[in-house]
T-cell receptor
Framework: GENVEQHPSTLSVQEGDSAVIKCTYS??????FPWYKQELGKRPQLIID?????GEKKDQRIAVTLNKTAKHFSLHITETQPEDSAVYFCAATGGGSYIPTFGRGTSLIVHP | EPEVTQTPSHQVTQMGQEVILRCVPISNHLYFYWYRQILGQKVEFLVS????????KSEIFDDQFSVERPDGSNFTLKIRSTKLEDSAMYFCASRPGTGSPQYFGPGTRLTVT
């Protein structure tokens, strides 16, 4: 089955800095990669996703890149703000299953 | 904007008791899921449900677990005889079709004592 590795587990940045979270996946047939943000005690919320036929996608301060050859994808947050502080999960889906396999999460802390 | 809802928000039960966690998926969605998240850990898939039957389940989803869609709106997860290690946040999710993102409910925190 699919295996998703996510790094780092904790990321601490100053407000205004950029943050990058990286994930690798094992199943080359995976074709859909969502990113979720989970604030403390709340539900995971989709913030951006990318499909395997796209190399990069942007939505305001958030971008995701995908390298299919290397089987890794990354979340980039620019001009971070304290409200970006949360746990971010990557996931990979595809290869005959519609079930996302989640990474272990990255706790992002943005210091004002 | 429609959202997935779950009840109760917190359930405390004694070991060996049965619990039923309830979810109301978004109304035009066709695929339904249960996940659990042990405190501080990642989200783990339990089961998916489509067309009134289980389509996939994980190793966690053993004979103690069952799911039902008793009517057109509710989607339930039953744990027959709870264990201490069942203590976790349980999330329901739904999506309209394949290739579309999942939308999560707010979760039910299950505490087994």
């Amino acid at each position: 089955g699919e295996n998703v590795e996510q790094h780092p587990s904790t990321l601490s940045v100053q407000e205004g800095d950029s943050a990058v979270i990286k994930c690798t996946y094992s199943d080359s047939a995976s074709n859909y990669f969502p990113w979720y943000k989970q604030e403390l005690g709340k539900r995971p919320q989709l913030i951006i996703d990318i499909r395997s036929n796209v190399g990069e996608k942007k939505d305001q301060r958030i971008a995701v890149t995908l390298n299919k050859t290397a089987k890794h994808f990354s979340l980039h947050i620019t001009e971070t703000q304290p409200e970006d502080s949360a746990v971010y999960f990557c996931a990979a889906t595809g290869g005959g299953s519609y079930i996302p396999t989640f990474g272990r999460g990255t706790s992002l802390i943005v210091h004002p | 904007e429609p959202e997935v809802t779950q009840t109760p928000s917190h359930q405390v039960t004694q070991m060996g008791q049965e619990v039923i966690l309830r979810c109301v998926p978004i109304s035009n969605h066709l695929y339904f899921y249960w996940y659990r998240q042990i405190l501080g850990q990642k989200v783990e898939f339990l089961v998916s449900f489509y067309n009134n039957e289980i389509s996939e389940k994980s190793e966690i989803f053993d004979d103690q677990f069952s799911v039902e869609r008793p009517d057109g709106s509710n989607f339930t997860l039953k744990i027959r005889s709870t264990k201490l290690e069942d203590s976790a946040m349980y999330f329901c999710a739904s999506r309209p079709g394949t290739g579309s993102p999942q939308y999560f409910g707010p979760g039910t925190r299950l505490t087994v004592t």
